[in-house]
């Protein structure tokens, strides 16, 4: 049981610690973005007691889509590159479509 929780430890290691570099904390910064997403809708259906989703929700998936695309251009990831491209899509329409929603209209 030592010996298995001693190689655990090393892969613990080895992925987290020897793999440490400015691309990795870029990533886990993206992907707290990205999380941070599903806590403010969470936080905002539970303040309206109905499933809601805020403009923040849409800012934290382009910030944190944004940062995971350059990651994975980085690691030359394409399941991500592709999944991360077609999402940042979808992102920038949904504000496009909420910025025009909330235009005031102007004099006639």
Same mark, same amino acid.
């Given at each position: 049981?030592?010996?298995?929780?001693?190689?655990?430890?090393?892969?613990?290691?080895?992925?987290?610690?020897?793999?440490?570099?400015?691309?990795?904390?870029?990533?886990?910064?993206?992907?707290?973005?990205?999380?941070?997403?599903?806590?403010?809708?969470?936080?905002?259906?539970?303040?309206?007691?109905?499933?809601? @989703?805020?403009?923040?929700?849409? !800012? *934290?998936?382009? #910030?944190? %889509?944004?940062? &995971? +695309? /350059? =990651?994975? @251009?980085?690691?030359?990831?394409? !399941? *991500?590159?592709? #999944?991360? %491209?077609?999402? &940042? +899509? /979808? =992102?920038?329409?949904?504000?496009?479509?909420?910025?025009?929603?909330?235009?005031?209209?102007?004099?006639?």
């Amino acid at each position: 049981m030592a010996d298995l929780f001693a190689q655990f430890a090393g892969w613990l290691h080895d992925v987290f610690v020897k793999q440490l570099d400015f691309w990795v904390i870029l990533g886990f910064v993206a992907q707290l973005m990205f999380t941070m997403r599903f806590i403010v809708q969470w936080l905002a259906s539970e303040k309206a007691k109905a499933s809601v @989703i805020p403009v923040a929700f849409w !800012v *934290f998936s382009l #910030g944190g %889509g944004f940062l &995971l +695309l /350059i =990651y994975s @251009i980085a690691r030359q990831d394409p !399941v *991500f590159i592709a #999944g991360q %491209g077609l999402g &940042l +899509l /979808i =992102y920038i329409r949904n504000l496009m479509l909420i910025r025009k929603s909330t235009k005031q209209p102007g004099p006639e």
